[in-house]
């Protein structure tokens, strides 16, 4: 069974499982993954989005990211859990980008087992690290991001820098609604700066908006 902790500094939750599991949700995301056209501008940014997670999620079954050991109540017996790191905004990027394209797939019992236990462990996390700030992140749990967007994958990006960047605490995560509003709704000024910083970009670097990425990017501390 997956588990989920927030980080330290609250800058994001560690996401552990046995291999079995983690392989299992790993199969879930890339074959959803593998549904949306990465030459298709309208679909391309999903794509790199789930297999950017699904990249993660490997690493950890095979392990390289984070291990631990857990003994369950009542069991003398521990296991060996491997796990992964993701930021608060990412995860919640990535949850949306799941639920939306398995709406559009047919899915069985099993995956869609693997998302509703990804996303309880999540909300479980949001609640352990703050429970007021959690009250309103939790809406964002598979809803509220308008994840087809087809500039999504830089606008991650971006939130991904920004959110890193600002102060660790609970002010900062209890931004984390009105960061999401501001860099995905196109009714928000900020949206409109950004997608005009991106167009500015392209035209210099003589691309798309979809063919851009940032090269750099901040040391996250946990």
């Known amino acids: 069974m997956l588990q989920a902790y927030p980080t330290k500094n609250g800058t994001g939750l560690s996401i552990f499982g046995d291999y079995g599991d983690l392989a299992s949700l790993y199969d879930t995301v890339h074959e959803i993954a593998k549904t949306l056209d990465e030459n298709n501008v309208r679909t391309k940014g999903q794509n790199q989005l789930l297999m950017n997670f699904a990249y993660e999620i490997r690493k950890a079954y095979s392990g390289d990211r984070l291990t631990d050991k857990v003994k369950f109540d009542g069991s003398a017996h521990e296991l060996h859990y491997f796990g992964f790191h993701c930021i608060w905004t990412d995860i919640l990027i990535f949850i949306s980008a799941l639920r939306y394209n398995a709406g559009y797939t047919q899915t069985d019992k099993l995956q869609q087992a693997n998302m509703y236990m990804l996303e309880y462990v999540v909300e479980r996390a949001l609640f352990n690290y703050d429970g007021e ?3 309103d992140i939790k809406n964002f ?3 509220g991001i308008h994840i087809s967007d087809q500039y999504v994958f830089i606008i991650y990006q971006a939130l991904h820098i920004r959110f890193v960047t600002d102060k660790p605490g609970k002010k900062r995560f209890r931004n984390i609604p009105t960061l ?5 709704s196109i009714w928000r000024q900020e949206y409109n700066d950004l997608i005009r910083s991106f167009e500015a970009s392209a035209k210099q670097q ?11 990017f901040p ?4």
């Open 133 to 135: 700030g959690a009250a």
């Open 141 to 143: 749990i598979a809803q």
């Open 180 to 184: 999401l509003s501001d860099y995905f």
């Open 206 to 216: 003589n691309c798309e908006i979809t063919d851009l990425e940032f090269a750099d």
């Open 219 to 222: 040391d996250i501390v946990w």
